[in-house]
């Protein structure tokens, strides 16, 4: 069980280098229990390599700390971390052609805090069970991705583009799936990396906007997407249209 008092995932001083361009720097922020937060970016912009960052997996380049429950990340011996973290990557590779069902299985680590039967059939995956995982179209394999990240029982969860693959219909399952999996007041949190700025509207609680440039800034959903910083994020104006926001 998490400590109350010190946040899951915080980050000092964080600063992230790809190709000698800056993606992120001075990063100081905290991910607490009950949040969900969605980062957001241009292509390029740093959002996979602040993700794989969070999750302790290799960058290119790296300086700052990033600690995780008060202990610093280096400090975690790798079955503890899997108890902490679990990572859903952008596209995941299959190298074997092991069922779904053994899958998910293989990436429990901490039993019996969520059912399998039930998060396959909260993410409309129930007949994939039995499929091999090579057989699964995009959207279908994404789903089990998130699957796999949930049944590891990890109480901070790192999702990188959750929806890409997603239908509309899709999309809005996977959002309602992780407002009640990670629910205001819960014990555990989100991050993920999106596109869509409507999705990330009725999904995020929190938002955090990287700039490109190595610049961020980060706050409330509410007080994030607004057309000032979405200008500064995209390069694009933006308009709010009876609730839904277009790029204009």
């Known amino acids: 069980m998490s400590d109350a008092s010190v946040p899951l995932l915080e980050a000092r001083g964080l600063s992230l280098r790809a190709a000698g361009r800056p993606l992120v720097q001075g990063l100081d922020w905290q991910v607490w ?19 794989r960052a969070l999750a302790g997996l290799s960058v290119p380049e790296r300086r700052g700390e990033l600690r995780w429950m008060g202990r610093a990340q280096d400090d975690w011996a790798p079955a ?19 069922s779904v069902q053994r899958l998910l299985a293989l990436s429990t680590v901490r039993p019996g805090r969520l059912d399998t039967a039930q998060v396959l059939a909260d993410l409309d995956a129930s007949e994939l069970a039995q499929r091999g995982v090579r057989q699964l ?17 990890a109480p901070l969860m790192l999702m ?11 999309q809005a399952l ?7 999996l990670v629910p205001t007041g819960g014990e555990a949190a989100l991050v993920a990396s999106a596109h869509d700025v409507n999705w ?6 929190h938002v955090l906007a990287l700039f490109g440039d ?20 995209y390069n694009c104006a933006w308009r709010e249209t009876g609730g839904i926001w277009v790029a204009a």
Do not use: Y
């Open 137 to 153: 179209s995009g959207g279908e394999r994404q789903r089990i991705a998130l699957a796999q990240c949930a049944l590891q029982g």
């Open 200 to 205: 990330i509207a009725r999904t995020a609680t």
């Open 80 to 98: 503890d971390a899997a108890w902490l973290r679990s990572h859903a990557p952008q596209q995941s590779v299959d190298r074997f052609p092991i």
């Open 160 to 170: 990188d583009e959750p929806v890409s693959f997603q239908d509309p219909a899709h």
């Open 214 to 233: 190595g610049g961020w800034a980060a706050g409330e959903c509410a007080a994030m997407i607004q057309g000032e910083t979405l200008l500064r994020v």
């Open 33 to 51: 229990p009950g949040q969900r937060w969605c980062v957001i970016g241009r292509n390029a912009a740093g959002k996979s390599t602040l993700l």
């Open 174 to 180: 996977v959002a309602r799936w992780l407002a009640g």
